[in-house]
């Protein structure tokens, strides 16, 4: 099974870990080099410990009056997940607007935030934020900022584009639907996503309410995948950077969210690996149903759009998603998302 888009990790080749920014008369370089993608073969992580999490959420007041003021403008894309916000600057808020926020990404599981100084306040401030939803995960194998293991760093230009090197040319497209780090004991919720650089058109991230993808079963189907088990897996990756060891963990196939109470679907085509219990072929054709579900979905999927100053929430446990390479290279996307992680999924 091909890795996940978010995981685009080149292998490590002199030219690489030594990656160097040039500029040249045409293009400039990227606007905030500070972020360019960072790889030291000699970084190393230990195993991930579990720890207690509380969600944020679960604090919060239901009518969220430090988030949703009266100068906060809400637009909805879809019934069922994705809202767009402005008017309100997530470095602003207290720590009840925080909650509130962890609250309002589990509800409608997608925020796109426009005009935020985000890209601006500094790593330690942005880091500080972040930890506000979780422990924030460190990832074993992409890129990320000298000094700043939290950062996943996203990058595609002309000069270093990460993301065919992982999903090649006989792919007939890019698309890969996944939820961030699910290999992990205790995965992503309440997940930020800023943007440094965005192409002129294109370059969207692909957003799908699992939620939903739940509720649209039958109930005869539903009941099949209660108390069902899926394996997830982090792989080793062609001699990449690999800082901590790959894991094989088991989740259930359907979780329920801490706060929100929603069940939602948590396979997902990048990581999910099997079900346990099943033999190959049984494994294989209900996992299959189950991508081919969740990316057919339109109707209860949206597009999330970048501009500049564009910071993107989301929450990990109720949606799955997936770059869109549509762009022309020429046109440089630079993203750094901060991924903190949730509870151990329970069903
Ligand atoms: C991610 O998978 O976390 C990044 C999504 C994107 O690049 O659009």
Same mark, same amino acid.
């Given at each position: 099974m091909a890795p996940s888009v978010s995981d685009i990790v080149p292998p490590v080749t002199d030219a690489i870990a030594d990656l160097k920014l040039t500029a040249t008369k045409e293009d400039k370089g990227p606007s905030y080099p500070f972020y360019y993608p960072y790889y030291d073969p000699n970084e190393k992580f230990p195993p991930t410990q579990v720890y207690e999490h509380t969600d944020?959420?679960?604090?919060?007041?239901?009518?969220?009056?430090?988030?949703?003021?009266?100068?906060? *403008? $809400?637009?909805?894309?879809? %019934?069922?997940?994705?809202?767009?916000?402005?008017?309100?600057? =997530?470095?602003?808020?207290?720590?009840?607007?925080?909650n509130e926020l962890a609250l309002y990404a589990a509800e409608r599981k997608v925020l796109i935030f426009r005009n935020q100084d985000f890209k601006d306040i500094g790593p330690d401030r942005q880091i500080e934020i972040a930890k506000h939803f979780g422990r924030i995960q460190r990832h074993p194998t992409s890129g990320n900022?000298?000094?700043?293991?939290?950062?996943?760093?996203?990058?595609?230009?002309s000069e270093h584009d990460m993301l065919k090197e992982i999903i090649s040319d006989e792919r007939i497209n890019r698309t890969q639907w996944h939820s961030d780090v699910s290999y992990e004991k205790q995965p992503a919720g309440t997940t930020f996503f800023f943007i440094l650089d965005q192409p002129a058109v294109g370059g969207d991230t692909l957003?799908?309410?699992?939620?939903?993808?739940?509720?649209?079963?039958?109930?005869?189907?539903?009941k099949r995948l209660e108390g069902?088990?899926?394996?997830?897996?982090?792989?080793?990756?062609?001699?990449?950077?690999?800082?901590?060891? %790959?894991?094989?963990?088991?989740?259930?196939?359907?979780?329920?969210?801490?706060?929100?109470g929603e069940k939602a679907l948590y396979v997902n085509q990048g990581f999910t690996r099997r079900i346990v219990?099943?033999?190959?072929?049984?494994?294989?054709?209900?996992?299959?149903?189950?991508?081919?579900? =969740?990316?057919?979905?339109?109707?209860?999927? =949206?597009?999330?759009?970048?501009?500049?100053?564009?910071? $993107?929430?989301?929450? *990990?446990?109720?949606?799955?998603?997936?770059?869109?390479?549509?762009? *022309?290279?020429?046109?440089?996307?630079?993203?750094?998302?901060?991924?903190?992680?949730?509870?151990? %999924?329970?069903?």
């Open positions: 944020p959420g679960a604090k919060a007041d239901r009518a969220k009056p430090h988030l949703l003021t009266p100068e906060t *403008n $809400v637009t909805h894309l879809s %019934p069922f997940l994705g809202t767009e916000v402005s008017g309100v600057q =997530i470095s602003q808020l207290s720590e009840e607007g925080l900022v000298k000094g700043y293991p939290e950062f996943h760093v996203v990058y595609r230009g957003f799908a309410s699992q939620v939903e993808a739940y509720n649209r079963l039958s109930p005869e189907f539903k069902l088990r899926a394996q997830a897996e982090s792989s080793r990756r062609r001699g990449g950077v690999v800082r901590r060891e %790959p894991i094989l963990t088991e989740h259930p196939l359907v979780r329920r969210h801490p706060v929100t219990g099943f033999k190959t072929e049984e494994s294989e054709y209900l996992l299959k149903f189950l991508f081919d579900h =969740i990316a057919k979905g339109a109707d209860f999927q =949206i597009r999330a759009r970048y501009e500049a100053g564009t910071v $993107v929430v989301w929450d *990990n446990r109720v949606t799955a998603h997936s770059a869109t390479a549509d762009f *022309n290279l020429g046109d440089r996307r630079h993203a750094v998302r901060l991924t903190p992680q949730a509870e151990v %999924p329970t069903e």
